[in-house]
């Protein structure tokens, strides 16, 4: 009997996390889909960003800034109006090209490794404290959450994003029927996300009186099969299998088309044109 796998990105460990995100490459290829055939006329850090209404002059954290799709755009509306922006992530190697983004525009950010669950910083310091789609990858949440409350002001914000539990079902089906024709056993993981669109707003009451939700599609609509399997090769749930030793050569190679035959298949059903849902929220937590 074979040994059924599991491809999920480790989430709560860290070393995985590292390891995904060691460069900006599978962050920037996710980013360049969604922007491209995003259901949206606004991205959705456009849209989040402007919900926010900064003024110019705010002291603002980035947690687990990945490769600075916020830091960077708030960064620019900070510069010359007083206000400064601090980034930190887990992995160094990700932030590499906002860094130099940011020093060629002279932008008031500064950039620095550092783990959320033991922030480097002094308390009631800052008037917004951005954690955008990472809450779910900390191994233990409620103290992540505590230390993003304890370096707020007292009048200050957090803005937490993150994932619908139901979100992308279209492509993790076709993840799957791509695992069942090729052979390979494929465990679908049961435990929920530890911080989603649904269960976001109970986990943050825990450390904020305020919590408020706002929701966004973030899907995206293509008319070919490219687009889909580039989103999809910027997974774990492409790479797992991909870098599995223990499949045989000819099994990994025939991933990528089978993927992208069955994703032309289904586009043909749905009438030339298929939707990859992907529902999203900002959580907003005041003190």
């Not at 992995?91 to 922030?119: F, T, Y």
């Not at 079902?169 to 069942?180: Q, R, S, V």
Request: proline residues 4%; contains cysteine.
């Amino acid at each position: 009997m074979q040994e059924i796998r599991n491809y999920y990105e480790g989430s709560h460990d860290k070393d995985a996390i590292r390891s995904i995100y060691g460069t900006e490459q599978n962050l920037k290829a996710k980013y360049e889909v969604l922007e491209s055939y995003g259901l949206q006329k606004e991205t959705f850090e456009e849209w989040l960003i402007g919900k926010l209404k900064l003024t110019g002059s705010e002291l603002v954290l980035d947690v687990g800034a990945g490769n600075g799709r916020f830091s960077l755009p708030v960064g620019r509306m900070l510069k010359g109006s007083g206000g400064f922006l601090a980034a930190c992530d887990l992995a160094e190697g990700v932030m590499i090209p906002s860094r130099v983004q940011a020093e060629k525009e002279s932008l008031p950010v500064l950039l620095m490794q550092a783990d959320a669950e033991n922030l480097p910083f002094l308390s009631k310091q800052f008037d917004l404290v951005m954690a955008n789609h990472m809450l779910y990858h900390l191994p233990n949440l409620n103290r992540g959450l505590a230390e993003m409350r304890r370096i707020l002001k007292q009048t200050g914000r957090l803005v937490a994003t993150t994932n619908s539990e139901k979100g992308m079902p279209e492509l993790f089906k076709l993840h799957l029927n791509t695992m069942d024709r090729l052979g390979i056993p494929f465990g679908v993981k049961e435990e929920l996300i530890t911080f989603s669109l649904e269960n976001g707003e109970q986990t943050l009451s825990k450390h904020f009186k305020q919590v408020e939700c706002w929701t966004y599609e973030a899907g995206f609509m293509v008319k070919e099969p490219e687009p889909v399997f580039r989103y999809y090769a910027a997974t774990q749930l492409y790479q797992g299998p991909m870098n599995d030793e223990n499949l045989s050569k000819e099994v990994r190679e025939a991933i990528a088309p089978c993927f992208l035959q069955l994703t032309e298949e289904l586009i043909r059903e749905k009438g030339g044109e298929l939707v990859i849902s992907k529902p999203v929220g900002a959580f907003v937590g005041k003190i």
